[in-house]
């Protein structure tokens, strides 16, 4: 009876710290769209083309140097500010797109603070969601972020988001370049059993680092792809709805601790 009873704990125990990180059942494809360096093309076709498919999509901003000036290059701050007008989510890439590796703990701080003070100055709601600049992460990063209680923060890797096996300070992303169209729809299969597909987005085209381009009709494409195919797109905001993040932060382990 006893041992039966131990058994019985065994089995259910981990089953319930998983029900505790999972707070609605993720659906199968599910995917959150991220869009990163606050590009001028953000402002001037990925929104309204969102907006067309009905589809969220998070900002991640920053005052990238040493061109933030070139509008041609980077979006204004009132285009930024459009952006929350419209339903999307604007979200922090440090202020000026700092590697967080580089960075004194303060020097962190102060970059991300500089960032969250620009989008109280437009209006635009306190960020709680981050991107690493560079897809550079440090052990450092993690204890601000949980200072300062961040949710989500996301990094490349090329690979699905796990919310019972990724630490929410290690979202794994897809990134969509000119030529990685194959890499692109396979990962998008990879939205089921409990697994999220997040893409990272530069520019559409971008005008600032041709390396990470994404050619608009790609980009259309991959939007008609979704739309045909009944996924549900959110911004990671959303993410909130499904992944209790405060209990992913305390019981996934980060690596180096
Ligand atoms: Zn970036």
Redesign the pocket.
């Known amino acids: 009876m006893r041992l039966g009873f131990t058994l019985l704990l065994l089995l259910l125990v981990p089953g319930l710290g998983l029900a505790q990180i999972i707070r609605r059942s993720i659906p199968d494809k599910l995917v959150v769209l991220t869009f990163?360096?606050g590009v001028s093309t953000h402002a001037t076709a990925v929104a309204p083309l969102l907006k067309k498919y009905g589809f969220g999509g998070t900002f991640f901003v920053c005052e990238f140097p040493p061109d933030f000036a070139d509008k041609q290059k980077y979006m204004s701050w009132e285009q930024i500010k459009q952006l929350d007008k419209m339903g999307f989510e604007v979200a922090n890439?440090t202020l000026t797109?700092k590697h967080v590796g580089k960075l004194t703990k303060d020097q962190l701080i102060g970059e991300l603070d500089a960032l969250e003070a620009r989008c109280a100055a437009y209006g635009i709601p306190k960020p709680v969601n981050f991107a690493y600049?560079?897809y550079a992460i440090h052990p450092q990063a993690y204890e601000v972020l949980g200072e300062k209680d961040y949710h989500f923060a996301r990094i490349g890797g090329d690979r699905a988001y796990d919310p019972t096996r990724d630490h929410p300070y290690l979202i794994p992303s897809y990134t969509t370049l000119k030529d990685n169209r194959e890499v692109i729809l396979k990962g998008l299969e990879e939205a089921k059993y409990g697994k999220i597909v997040i893409l990272t987005i530069h520019g559409v085209p971008d005008y600032a680092h041709d390396w990470v381009t994404t050619p608009p009709a790609l980009f259309e494409e991959y939007l008609n792809y979704l739309r045909d195919n009944n996924y549900k797109v959110i911004a990671l905001r959303d993410l909130d709805q499904y992944v209790d993040w405060k209990e992913a932060a305390r019981v996934i382990a980060l690596p180096g601790r």
């Open positions: 990163d360096d890439h797109h600049p560079g």
